[in-house]
């Protein structure tokens, strides 16, 4: 049996929230490597995205 859209909806808003957290970890860890302010700042919103995200769903 299919599962009901909105748990099937809040499945991928997770994925897509565990996406964006990863990525914007791995932008900020490059960004110090790289010292590269900017890049830290994006990674930075991007975790507080997923985090947003996350507490929306």
Known sequence: MSEPKS???????ALF?????TLGGAAFVL?????S???QLI???LVLSAGWISIRR
Request: hydrophobic share 45%; net charge neutral.
């Open 7 to 13: 748990k099937r909806r809040n499945n991928i808003e």
């Open 17 to 21: 929230a565990v996406a964006i957290a």
């Open 31 to 35: 960004g110090g490597a790289d010292d």
């Open 37 to 39: 302010p900017g890049l």
């Open 43 to 45: 990674g930075v919103l």
